[in-house]
């Protein structure tokens, strides 16, 4: 089983910016697509941005050239650099990273415990 950890998040003012890190542990064989969500109260969970091995990425609209997803596969953690916060990206950031644990095993989902962004001044 994969466990993720996620670190970074906290109160920032509108225009600065955090950086996310989500760590994979446990039983590793390889990861695949490596994800941020994110919820904000009363809205959707959404997709905030997503990188597959090959390290192709996506963003969602309302975050497209201020935030950046990267990963680091020798330490199995997806990062998340967010800049020029505004209020509307407040809510709690979750990472959710698909994978094998064996070779010929199924890719599974695991989550993240959630990490909270407040952006206000």
């Known amino acids: 089983q994969v466990q993720l950890v996620e670190s970074g998040g906290g109160l920032v003012q509108p225009g600065g910016s955090l950086r996310l890190s989500c760590a994979a542990s446990?039983?590793?064989?390889?990861?695949?697509?490596m994800s941020w969500y994110r919820q904000v109260p009363g809205k959707q969970l959404e997709l905030v941005a997503s990188?597959?091995?090959?390290?192709?990425?996506t963003y969602a609209d309302s975050v497209k050239g201020r935030f950046t997803i990267s990963r680091d596969n020798a330490k199995n953690t997806v990062y998340l650099q967010m800049n020029d916060l505004k209020s509307e990206d407040t809510g709690v950031y979750s990472c959710?990273?698909?994978?094998?644990?064996?070779?010929?095993?199924?890719?599974?989902?695991?989550w993240g415990q959630g990490t909270q962004v407040t952006v206000s001044s």
């Open positions: 959710y990273v698909d994978g094998r644990t064996q070779p010929m095993g199924p890719n599974v989902g695991s």
């Open positions: 446990g039983t590793i064989f390889s990861l695949n697509t």
């Open positions: 990188i597959t091995s090959r390290r192709s990425t």
